[in-house]
């Protein structure tokens, strides 16, 4: 039997394990379990079908010769991504807390706060912009401001920060208008939470469960009660821990509102915002608003 020679290896044949076929066309020198770059039709793969990468990453068109829009425009799209699944979560506990499926519930809230750090690692690419940096490609947003995005605004309508006003801005987008109307009249996610208490025996007040869903939640002392009384009792509780994942959300969310108003003032510091906004002004009165009030009132009477 002849040996193979000292310069040339032998012949090994293929890599894989026995037992598992090789792909037509495969080299030889490919290692084990590689890819099989065969798949997917002439114009593209079951991974972009699935994820519409090609539509993705076409969606942006800078108006300006600035480098740094690229970077604006993307970053924004990426909350308005973030906003859409928040959405999603937060209409998902809400429809499992009518179900009294606190489980169910909890899981989508609990996923939500992870979106969320997502969501507020989205302002580093911008955290940092100077004046200059901002104005460069500034007057590529015409009339634009953030005020105007109808997902963001769905996240405030579900958080119980109603607004009637706030659906003008959309009249010209009717599905976008349609969505915003309905989610107004809707009940909020706090809103569920109480009436699921309410069930559970707790003495929210009938003025609180019978309120107009389409206005403002306005905080109501006896409902801080009944989270004070909550707290107060057994910390492993499956109401002490809605209770706690439902802070992780607000903190969350009111961590968002300042590192926008941070964000802007860096860029722009206290001039006239986008869209005929007052810019930081706004910002600052909206970073003053609690997410689920009672939730945190009440800590100062356990």
Known sequence: MSQPSPIEPPDRGSTAPAGCPVSAGTAESDPPFAPDLGIGSSSTTPYEDYVQAGVLTHLQHPLSEDPGE????V???VMEL???VIVHEWRTAAEALRRDDLPVAMAALRRSAYELEALNAAWKPLA?????QFNAYRSALGEGSGFQ???YRRMEFLLGEKSASMLVPHRGAPREHAELAKALQEPSLWDEVLRMLARRGWAVPEAVLERDPALRYEPDPAVEAVWAEI???SQESELVR?????????ELVMRWR???????WRAMGAKMGTGGSAGVAWLEKRARKNVFPELWTARSHV
Do not use: C, K
């Not at 940092?128 to 200059?132: G, K, Q, V």
């Not at 300042?258 to 802007?264: E, F, Q, Y």
């Open 70 to 73: 690229m970077v604006f425009l």
């Open 75 to 77: 970053t924004t799209q």
């Open 82 to 84: 973030w906003f859409t």
């Open 128 to 132: 940092r912009l100077t004046p200059a």
């Open 149 to 151: 995005s109808a997902m």
């Open 231 to 233: 707290y107060a009792g």
């Open 242 to 250: 809605l209770g706690e994942v439902l802070t992780d959300v607000g």
């Open 258 to 264: 300042n590192d926008h108003l941070i964000a802007t």
